[in-house]
């Protein structure tokens, strides 16, 4: 027998001591009750619809993201060139 065989072998006597406890009965049905309730308010506010947006907001936003994309692109082309002599 190895080392390590003999320590898993410890291990698992020190373990086979131990006991296996059940959950009390009413503890576990109100922790359900307690996730079913979350998990409904969760769904109730995930189906509320979304407020309507303005065709300003839906086209404002693409192109300010969109804008912002091209000027850090070409601030890393910049510093790339910078970086190798161009």
Known sequence: MT?????????MRELSVLTVRAP???????????????MASRHRASSTPAPL???WHR?????LVGGLCVVF????????????GF
């Open 73 to 84: 692109l070409f601030e890393v082309l910049a510093r790339a060139l910078a970086l190798y």
């Open 59 to 63: 086209s404002l936003e693409p192109a």
């Open 53 to 55: 947006r303005t065709p």
């Open 3 to 11: 080392t390590d065989d003999s320590l898993v072998d410890s291990s």
């Open 24 to 38: 009390d009965p009413a503890r576990a049905a109100r922790i359900a009750a307690r996730c079913h309730a979350v």
